[in-house]
């Protein structure tokens, strides 16, 4: 859940999470679909879908890895995760890269060439600082030291350089360039994308969803039926022809929501019938919450549902 998402934001549904499935074999044994749905809000769903993977393969073979190459050879686990699980859980000697301690080794090391180029050799050097003889007899209290020191005193803005233990051995703090590191390339405007959902109602207090294909951008979730999102903006008449049935829709209101590498807008269009004869599959309207909506449908319900985004 940290991978993408902050501590704050990640409580509540952690505790909630590890409240419903208590066990890898619980997690392991629950439905994809209960996974989604615990997920819904917290986004990058691939995340979900790989968690669940995760547990069944280590259900299926009796536990974790204790090495680095079987960590890395687990449904959705690349190097930081790796060497995070390794190093506190295992006490293997390896160092996990977050933004935190990118952030303290581009530092440390006075490393100036922007992000993303500069990852590799911030790699390089957080494993020299991993290589010292005391990180390398506590790898978890080392690794959660340099978590804590990004996050506490060599912060994104203003570090608190007088209160930091490597201030000696910083080259930044030297060359007084400490604040702007590591550096960023300008960032790319997001273009806009659109689309239209439309919600559907009927006399039996359901609404219409189905549920996206399993691959690709919130695979797995559940939606409102809609249109393809592209790069132009939809007609009417264009819209309708993907209408989950042949009504008088009326405009419910407009959702924006921003995905990492592009903004989308999305027209909702709203009807209702004395009973639902659709593809896709009739759900309670008082049951929505328990759905696996992502956040974006979430809005696109609301703005539905009470006239709000």
């Not at 990118?102 to 050799?121: S, Y």
């Amino acid at each position: 859940m940290l991978q993408q998402t902050t501590v704050t934001a990640v409580i509540p549904y952690y505790e909630r999470f590890v409240s419903r499935f208590p066990t890898v074999h619980a997690l392991a044994a629950a439905p994809l679909d209960s996974v989604l749905s615990a997920w819904a809000g917290l986004g990058y769903y691939a995340r979900a879908r790989n968690l669940h993977a995760c547990a069944q393969v280590v259900a299926a073979s009796g536990g974790f890895p204790r090495d680095l190459d079987g960590l890395l050879a687990l449904p959705g686990i690349g190097p930081y995760t790796a060497a995070a699980i390794g190093a506190i859980a295992f006490g293997i000697p390896a160092v996990p890269v977050d933004g935190n301690v990118e952030r303290v080794a581009a530092r440390l090391f006075a490393i100036e060439q922007p992000m993303p180029a500069a990852k590799p050799a911030i790699r390089e050097a957080a494993a020299r600082l991993g290589g010292d003889p005391a990180a390398r007899a506590r790898p978890s209290d080392f690794a959660q030291a340099l978590f804590d020191l990004g996050a506490g005193v060599c912060t994104p803005a203003a570090p608190g350089c007088a209160v930091c233990p490597l201030i000696a051995v910083c080259a930044a703090r030297r060359l007084g360039i400490q604040a702007s590191l590591p550096r960023k390339s300008p960032k790319k405007e997001r273009p806009i994308r659109y689309g239209v959902h439309f919600w559907l109602t009927d006399d039996h207090r359901t609404v219409l969803l189905r549920t996206r294909p399993s691959k690709g951008l919130l695979g797995g979730m559940t939606e409102l039926p809609g249109t393809q999102w592209r790069d132009t903006p939809w007609t009417l008449a264009e819209a309708l022809a993907d209408a989950p049935m042949r009504l008088d829709w009326r405009g419910a209101g407009q959702v924006r929501h921003g995905f990492t590498h592009f903004e989308l807008i999305i027209d909702v269009l709203a009807a209702h019938v004395p009973r639902i004869e659709a593809d896709g599959f009739a759900h309670p309207l008082e049951a929505l919450d328990d759905a696996a909506l992502p956040s974006v449908m979430r809005k696109c319900v609301r703005i539905a549902a009470n006239g709000k985004a």
